[in-house]
Structures are given as C-alpha cells and as structure tokens.
C-alpha cells in the first residue's frame, strides 16, 4: 500500500473504509442472527443451570426426564464452544467500525455503542472462560461461576439493546428480495451472479465505495483475465474477487464448518455414542476411577484418611437429624442390611462432560421414613468433606421422594472408589454433578 | 483485505452514487416502540448485571471484585482488537496473495477451521488445569489429538485444491 492510499485510510462516520467486500452490512447481519440464536440458548441454559443450583423458592426442578440436565448443561457447553468461530467472524465483519468518527453521533448512538462496548467485552469474556474453565484454568481471579453469570447479564442485557437497535436493519438486510440471504436470493452469494442493486436499499454490495479509495491505490498485477473476471464476478471474495478466493457464502460456509468442526471434536464428552470422535473435548467420560471422570478426588477434599481404610470405614457413621420423629445413626452393615436398589444414572457435570453408570444402594425416601420424616420434607445432604461450596448439597421434596434418589454405596457392581465418594455418595436423576454430594455423613430434614 | 483484484473491481464502480450506510453509524431512525422497549429492557438487565458486579445484589456465596471483572472485559477485547482481528486480517491478505489462485478458497477455508480448532483447544494444549493426583483432568495427549484433527483438516484442503486443479484443467482444455 502506497503512501497516497494511506492518506484515504481515514476514519469516517461509518468507521475505516471496509476493507474487504466480505464485511458488508448483510454478513454482519447473517452472523448477528446466528449469534442471537447461540447466546440465548447459552442464556437460558445457563440460567436453567443457576436455577438448579441456587433454586428460589418458587423454583422446583423435577427429577424426570431423567437426563434433562445433562442435556441442557451439554448444550450450554457445546454451543458456547461452537459460539467461537460465529462471533470472531462476526467481530471481524464490524471491525472496520470500530474506528469510527466521530466515535458518536449522539446520545442515544452513544448508549447504543456502549451496549456494543458490553456486548464485544461480555460476550469475549463469556466465551473465553467457558472455553478455559472446561480445561480447569482459572487465570480471572475470581470465582467462575459468579464471574461468568454476573458477565452473561452484562452481555446479554447489551444484546437485547443491540437486537432493539439493529433488528429493523437486519431485517431488510435479509429479506432483500434481490440479494437477501432469506429470500430465496442465495444465488447472491454465488460466485459469477451478478446482483443488481435494490432502488432504495442501503444495502452495498461488492461493488459499495466504502473501501474503494485506499485499494483503488493498492496497485499490483493488471492481467487481462483477472480484468475479464472483475466483470463476471462482482461477488466479493476474502482476498478479491476473480482470483478464486471465497465467496461469502463460502465465508459463511467456512464459519459453519469451523462451528460444527468443534462440535463434532468436543461434543463426545457429553454424548455416548459420539465419544470416538472426542479427540478436543478436555474430558473423556470413560476415563477416570471405576471408568469415569472425577472433578475433586478423596485427597483434594481432605477425606482420603477418613474412607480409606477399614478401621476407618467400622467407624464410619450416617446420621440422620433435624424434622424426624427419632434422629438416627447408621452403620455402613445398617445401610447394607436395608433394601438395596439399581439405578442407571449419569454423573452430569456443570462442565459439558458427562458419564453413565450403574448405581446400587438405599432409597433416601426409605431413610427418611424409617427416621420418621413428613411427608414432603427436603433434605440438606452433608459430606465429610473441607468446608466448601460443594460439601453439602440440597433435595427438594420431589428429589428427596423420587424412587431414583439413591444414596449409593456401590457403582458398576464395586464398592464405591474414594475418590466417587466412598463409602456413601449421593446420586439423583436430574442432577449436576457438584450436587451429586460425596462422603455424605449427615441428612438434615426439614 | 487490500487485495488489488478488489481495488479494480471497486474503482470500476466509482461512478455509481453510494447510498450512505449507517450500519455502524449508530441508529438514524427512530427506534420503533417495541425495539424501544426491548431496548428498555436490555437496559434493565445490563444494570442488574452491573449491580451484582458491585456488589448490591447477590445470587453467590462470593462476590466478584469489579475492578477485575472490567480489566477482564476491556483486556478481552483489546486482546481481539489489536492482535486477533491484525492476525486474521493479515492471514486474510496472505491467502489472497497465494498461488495457485485456485487453493486460495480451501486454503481460507482450512485457515478458519483450524484456528478455531486451535483457540478451542489451546487451555488444554497449555494444560494449565492439570492434576497429577487426579489423571481424569485433561487426559490424553493433547498435541497428538490436535495434530490428528488438523491434518484431517488439510487433508481435505489438499484434496478440495487437487480436485480444483483437475476440474480446472479439464474445462480449460
């Protein structure tokens, strides 16, 4: 680039010139709807996520379907992960925008690029540290899962403003009957189609002005044929049209394919039968103690001395205290002398993974009627373990009744592992896994 | 991208009166009612976010300090602006220069997936997060797993550009 070209390099009302034909208004909007869609979903789910962990009264998770949690924290995960390549592309698409002059044009234009301000840093931010917690690395400095909710309002409320202001836009910029994305007009994005500009429209297509003055000055090679080519292709491309680059319909292709290249690499630590292909995924279900993962081991939360050995286990205790007719203190030759019963259920983790595996041990119900609990009680389920977020976990009255609702003493025809919460762990249908308490050695009823 | 091939193309079309683009100029009409109580609302949810980064509302046994929480976005998007965004951009000018004209789009193509393979996988590549009491946490060899799925990925470039050529080739002649 020549010096003259640079001196057209200036910032305008609209930002840098566009400097590629890829970054036209009707890209931005095509990935603006897909982001719209893959944001809401890693809202609601996240907020289904806070809502089980931290319920407000008012808020009663069922224990059916049995695997609904897994579900929708596996979705959470892998769309965030497929989130990546949308929103880079689309941050790239705007970018010549940043550079805007002046940076506003008002009051309302500067809310509005505040909002976006929010929405670039949240909606980063977001992605970022979802990517880096799945792999455990917390490098923020503050706790996750507050840091990542508190951003998530930040981002999406920015969205919804964004959406408010940009949807009228967006709208016409899709349905174009002529070179809309919607309307049938995908030929638009053909390489060799011709569109004609629609009377009226704002829309610039390849042929806009916007980065004509510094690229005019670019020079290079003149061969006739690319000049034959010019004329027959007037799509943009990455690098330029007639020199074979991408259409945007590759470019968009392109983001598709990066979206679902992760997904199918990373999405088998949540789904069963795509595990062969988890070759990205920073977890491998069928890894792990007893052949599944585990987030914190016997030793990480101080109990490995108090489950490891037998003289250990003739003293363990499970109490049972609080709204009960008689509080109790059981043996681990008491709970085994009861009914004991078989549950398939997954260890369903707040980080995407999740596993299968076959419980075996006593119905919580049958403890809390043997104790003498209400009819309708919930449980706060407490574990030996250092105090901590996770060392206790709760069971509404639905779980704390459900038939699945086990404490297990036993997983895949073996005593448990220390490290799966020997001798006595929690496990429920529909349940994270942090709630899935391990080490448990008191319930208390209300 | 500049890229010379689109300096033509667009100088070719100088003549043609620009419509003016507010895409990013901010809005220029009015925002109809229901966008301006989406907009509202957006708004309302943006300020419940602020005031539990600061503390006055709490949904968590922890609060988040707010400095932090904003040096992390600001740092976020810098971190885009000056290097991701500079890096593609370049990337994008190198493919455009590439030779022959026909590997550009496969080439462009295999760019994209692989750098969004790569930023997936690069906390586990680190393996900041690794246990040594605890071998569930990042199993595997994740450079090997990486290299598998890219050459998986530049397979297919290499075949989509051989395949290109051959068509080419066969039309020309």
Redesign the interface.
Known sequence: ?NLP?LKTLRPT???LPA???LRT?RM?AALGVALGVTFTICFITGMIS?LVQ?PPSWFLWPTRPVNLYRFSQGLHVATG?AT??IL??K??V?????F?FPP???V??AL??V?D??L???G??LV??G??N??????????F???H?????????????????R???TRRELRDPVNGLISGAVGGLRPGHTPE?TPG????E???????G?????????DAD??S??EDE?V????????????RR??L???G???A??TV??VGQSLPWARRLN??G???PG???QG????K?A??AGVLEAVESDAALADYRLTIVGAVDEEMELTLDDLRAMPQFEEDLPISCVEGWSANARWRGVRVKDLLARAGAPDGAEVTVVSLQDPS?YASSELNRIQASDNKTLLALDVNGEPLHP?HGRPVRLIGANRPGVQQTKWVTRLEVR | ??????????????D?P??????????R?P??WP??A??L??????????L??LARIS???????WR??AE???F??L???LI??PV??VA??G???LRP??A??PV??GL??S???V??????L?G??E?A????????NAAR??A??LAV?WAAVIASVVY?LVKDRSVTT
């Open positions: 680039m070209a009302a609209e930002g400097s590629s034909p208004d931005a806070h931290s992960m990546i390549p880079l592309a941050l790239w705007v970018y010549p925008k940043l805007r506003a044009t008002g309302s234009d509005s690029r909002s301000g929010l670039v840093g949240g980063l931010f970022f540290s990517t880096a799945l792999a455990r690395w917390r490098p923020w400095g503050f706790g899962t507050s840091g909710y508190w951003t998530a309002l930040l981002a999406y409320g920015a969205l919804l403003v964004h959406i408010a202001y949807a009228a836009k500009p429209s704002d829309d610039h390849g042929s806009s002005g916007a980065g004509s510094p690229e005019e000055a670019d020079g290079g090679p003149t690319d000049a080519e010019v007037r943009p491309v990455l690098a330029g049209p007639g020199d074979h680059s991408l259409t590759g470019f292709g392109a983001v394919l990066a979206s290249a992760i690499t990373t070759l990205l920073p977890r491998r890894v792990g103690a599944f993962p585990v987030n081991t030793s990480g977020l490290d | 991208m500049t890229s010379t091939s689109i300096s033509r193309q667009e100088s070719g079309s100088e043609q620009q419509e003016p683009d507010d895409g990013g100029a901010g809005p009409e925002l109809s966008a301006r989406l907009a609302g957006g708004w309302g949810v943006v300020v419940i976010g602020v539990g980064v949904h968590f046994a922890f609060s988040v300090p932090e929480v992390w976005f600001i976020s998007t971190f885009h602006d991701v965004a593609v951009t994008a000018l493919v455009g220069r004209r026909l550009r789009a462009a193509v994209i997936v750098g969004s393979l930023a997936v996988s690069y906390p586990r680190r900041y997060g246990s009491a605890n071998p569930s946490i990042l199993p595997g797993d990486l598998v799925v990925v290109r």
